[in-house]
């Protein structure tokens, strides 16, 4: 098992910034890709961004130029970073932090969700 620990959510005004941070533990040898979704109310969860083993990225194109996603891999913690700059009321939602399984394509781990809410 994989448990994923969110941080660093909260209230912010537009043209703000925030650093998101997500702490995978246990079995992490089983996960390769994180990434990072949201969900905002009424609408489906979303890919934000991703990074690989070997910190190559993707990016939603609503993000692009605005955020950027790092990790951090230790020997027993992988720490996955979401730097948010140029915030919009948009980008308003609950962050999920996801760690896809290495051997299957079951649903990956998820953490519990952090709520990032922009002010207008």
């Known amino acids: 098992q994989v448990q994923l620990v969110e941080s660093g959510g909260g209230l912010v005004q537009a043209g703000g910034s925030l650093r998101l941070s997500c702490v995978a533990s246990?079995?992490?040898?089983?996960?390769?890709?994180m990434g990072w979704y949201r969900q905002a109310p009424g609408k489906q969860r979303e890919v934000v961004a991703t990074?690989?083993?070997?910190?190559?990225?993707?990016?939603a194109d609503s993000v692009k130029g605005r955020f950027t996603i790092s990790r951090d891999n230790a020997k027993n913690t992988v720490t996955v970073y979401l730097q948010m700059n140029s915030l919009k009321s948009e980008d308003t939602a609950v962050y999920y932090c996801?760690?896809?399984?290495?051997?299957?394509?079951?649903?990956?781990?998820w953490g519990q969700g952090t709520q990032v809410t922009v002010s207008s």
């Open positions: 996801a760690g896809h399984r290495r051997w299957s394509d079951a649903e990956p781990y």
């Open positions: 246990g079995s992490i040898f089983s996960i390769n890709t």
């Open positions: 990074i690989t083993t070997l910190s190559s990225t993707n990016y």
